[in-house]
């Protein structure tokens, strides 16, 4: 079993930054891979950016390439999302997520999911 639990969204104006973290527990957690997600109202949740357990592949959706980075500290056991250039395409609900296959988890298909941390963006 892995839990997994986000902080760090908020309200921020287009333009802006923030960082979003998951702190991750539960047996064997630092062998999943893990990514994130966000789902906009009225949309359907889609893929944002995944990193595999050792580190050695990352993906990005085409949207946020460039702006958002996804990175891990296993030590810590916590994910994060470095978020910029934000704009308001950008408000969502981002859900951490955590599977054993990265490819899997960039197709959506997660084992483990974390409750949701809305991020805002105003234009």
């Known amino acids: 079993q892995v839990q997994l639990v986000e902080s760090g969204g908020g309200l921020v104006q287009a333009g802006g930054s923030l960082r979003l973290s998951c702190a991750v527990s539960g047996r064997t957690s630092s062998t999943y891979a893990m990514g994130w997600f966000r789902q906009a109202p009225g949309k359907e949740r889609e893929f944002v950016a995944a990193?595999?357990?050792?580190?050695?592949?990352?993906y990005y959706a085409d949207s946020v390439k460039g702006r958002f980075t996804i990175s891990r500290d296993i030590a810590k056991n916590t994910v994060y999302l470095q978020m910029n250039s934000l704009g308001p395409e950008d408000t969502a609900v981002y859900y951490c997520a955590a599977e054993t296959s990265i490819m899997h988890l960039r197709d959506g298909s997660v084992a483990y999911w974390g409750q949701g941390t809305q991020v805002t963006v105003s234009s």
């Open positions: 990193k595999s357990w050792a580190g050695g592949l990352t």
